[in-house]
C-alpha cells in the first residue's frame, strides 16, 4: 500500500499532534465538511466501519509533517477505538489509505490544485475533491479519481463514487440557518439525501399527517355513531324495534 522505507519503531497516534493547528481562515472549511458528516452519521448509523474526519493530521511517515485535509473519508477501519476517540489517522496503525478526501479552498489558496494533488496521488487517495465557492469560469466542485496513478477530473454534478455507494454534489439549500451552496451525498440515482434538521422536519411533517389522519378517522367514527343513533331513533319512532330487526 505504501512504499516507504518506515523506521522499526514507529510513534502510536496518541503520540502525535492530531492536525497542523492552523487555524482554518473561513467557517466554510469546517461547515462543509461538518455537513456531510453529519449526514453520513444518519445513513451509516448502524455500520461501524467507516470514519469521516475533519481537519485531522494524516500521518504517512513519523518524520515528516502530516497531510491535514479538511475532511476525509476512510472504509473498512474502525468507527471507534475507545471512548477517546482518534487524536489522529496514522497509516501504520490504520492500514488503510482515505478513499476520499475533501479540501475546501477559501480566500488563502493552499495549492490545492498543484502540490496537494500530487501528495494525495503519491499516497493512492481514490477520490480526491476540491470544492471552491469563489470560482467563476469554472466548476465550484471538482472530483478527480485515481486512475493508473493520475487523478483524472469526473465532470458531472453529483459524481456517483461506485467504490463508496455514495454520489458527491453541490447545490444550493440552508445548513445551520444559512442559505447558499453546499455539499451533499446523494444516491445513484441523483437524489440528495437529507440533513439532519431536513430529516427531523420531515418527520414532525409524517407525524403530523399520521395525527391528522387519525383524527380524521375518530371524526368519521363519531359521525357514523350519530348516524345511527338518528336511525335508531327513527325506527322507534315508526314503532319498530331496532333490536329486533333480524
Not at 473561513?26 to 448509523?45: D, F, R, T, V
Amino acid at each position: 500500500m505504501l512504499e516507504y522505507n518506515l523506521p522499526r519503531y514507529l510513534p502510536s497516534a496518541e503520540e502525535l499532534p492530531d492536525s497542523d493547528e492552523t487555524p482554518v481562515d473561513n467557517e466554510l472549511q469546517e461547515l462543509i465538511p461538518g455537513l456531510l458528516k453529519a449526514i453520513l452519521l444518519i445513513l451509516w448509523s448502524e455500520r461501524m466501519d467507516w470514519l469521516f474526519a475533519i481537519d485531522m493530521g494524516i500521518y504517512y511517515h513519523p518524520d515528516k509533517p502530516p497531510i491535514v485535509p479538511d475532511g476525509f473519508l476512510s472504509l473498512g477501519v474502525e468507527r471507534f477505538y475507545d471512548e477517546e476517540l482518534r487524536p489522529s489517522y496514522v497509516l501504520w496503525d490504520e492500514n488503510v489509505v482515505p478513499i476520499f478526501v475533501l479540501e475546501v479552498v477559501s480566500q488563502n489558496y493552499r495549492k490545492e490544485y498543484t502540490t496537494k494533488l500530487d501528495e494525495y496521488a503519491a499516497l493512492g487517495v481514490l477520490y480526491y475533491v476540491i470544492y471552491s465557492s469563489r470560482r467563476r469560469r469554472k466548476p465550484h466542485l471538482e472530483v478527480h479519481k485515481l486512475v493508473n496513478g493520475k487523478y483524472e477530473l469526473q465532470e458531472r454534478n453529483p459524481v456517483w463514487l461506485p467504490e463508496i455507494g455514495l454520489g458527491i454534489g453541490c447545490e444550493r439549500g440552508n445548513y445551520c440557518g444559512v442559505t447558499r451552496e453546499w455539499m451533499y451525498w446523494y444516491d445513484e440515482q441523483g437524489q440528495r439525501y437529507l440533513t439532519p434538521a431536513e430529516q427531523v422536519k420531515q418527520e414532525v411533517q409524517r407525524a403530523q399527517q399520521e395525527a391528522q389522519r387519525a383524527q380524521q378517522e375518530a371524526q368519521r367514527a363519531q359521525q357514523a355513531e350519530e348516524r345511527v343513533q338518528q336511525l335508531t331513533e327513527q325506527l322507534r319512532a315508526l314503532g319498530i324495534d331496532p333490536d329486533n330487526l333480524g
